[in-house]
Nanobody
Framework: QVQLVESGGGLVQAGDSLRLSCAASGRRSSIRAMAWYRQVPGKQRELVASITSGGRTNDADSVKGRFTISRDNAKNMVYLQMNNLKPEDTAVYYC??????????WGQGTQVTVSS
């Protein structure tokens, strides 16, 4: 089992920056990939960015050039630096971990609200 706790969400204005953090605890040695997803009411949860244990990243087109995912394997942390935020980035952001055993783990989510 892996437990995830997100932090760093909040209310900001368009053009501002936020940094989300996610701390993993539990069976951390089984972590393969880490990712951030987001979800708005009435829509499916969507991938924002992911990063493998080797540091390979994948970003959604909507955030390319604005968001950066990174991870600290020693601390079992994953971060999402969000710059030039837009109102359409408003969502609940979830931390996700995929284990080598093929399991998915999710955090409780953190709200990001961007006002225009």
């Amino acid at each position: 089992q892996v437990q995830l706790v997100e932090s760093g969400g909040g209310l900001v204005q368009a053009g501002d920056s936020l940094r989300l953090s996610c701390a993993a605890s539990g069976r951390r040695s089984s972590i393969r990939a880490m990712a951030w997803y987001r979800q708005v009411p009435g829509k499916q949860r969507e991938l924002v960015a992911s990063i493998t244990s080797g540091g390979r990243t994948n970003d959604a087109d909507s955030v390319k050039g604005r968001f950066t995912i990174s991870r600290d394997n020693a601390k079992n942390m994953v971060y999402l630096q969000m710059n030039n935020l837009k109102p359409e980035d408003t969502a609940v952001y979830y931390c996700n971990v995929q284990s080598w055993e093929g399991n998915d783990y999710w955090g409780q989510g953190t709200q990001v609200t961007v006002s225009s």
